[in-house]
């Protein structure tokens, strides 16, 4: 019996543009990207305050608490929410995207750096 041996060549750039078109690339990645959102709301904290509409005017030395709009109305007091976006192709590749998707969550992020933690 003989023995053969031999080499095969691939472009990197074939092989980086077959993983970027297949549906289960982009599968895995917002499977990835879904977990990560998930985990940051699991591990979020900090609640948006709430703010009482009073229907005054707004005056620049008071702070938080009271907006001017219709009267009676409250907004915030919510708990933070992070979203993901499916994969898109960007420059190097397919991206996925985890983003605070409210006042609350970017607080969040802010104080804890809680999307930083939850990518792991």
């Not at 420059?91 to 750096?113: E, M």
Request: net charge positive; aromatic share 4%; charged share 20%.
């Amino acid at each position: 019996m003989a023995n053969v041996t031999m080499k095969v060549d691939i472009s990197q750039q074939a092989l980086e543009n077959v993983m970027n078109s297949s549906p289960e690339v982009r599968s895995a990645i917002n499977s990835m990207s879904a977990s990560i959102a998930s985990r940051a709301n699991g591990m979020a904290t900090e609640k948006s305050g709430a703010w009482v509409d009073v229907g005054e005017p707004h005056h620049p030395g008071r702070t938080g608490g009271k907006w001017n709009g219709r009267s009676g109305t409250i907004i915030g007091g919510k708990e933070p929410v992070y979203q993901s976006k499916p994969a898109k192709r960007g420059s190097s590749g397919l991206v996925g995207i985890v983003y605070t998707g409210n006042y609350a969550a970017q607080k969040d992020n802010l104080k804890h750096n809680t999307l930083l933690k939850a990518k792991g």
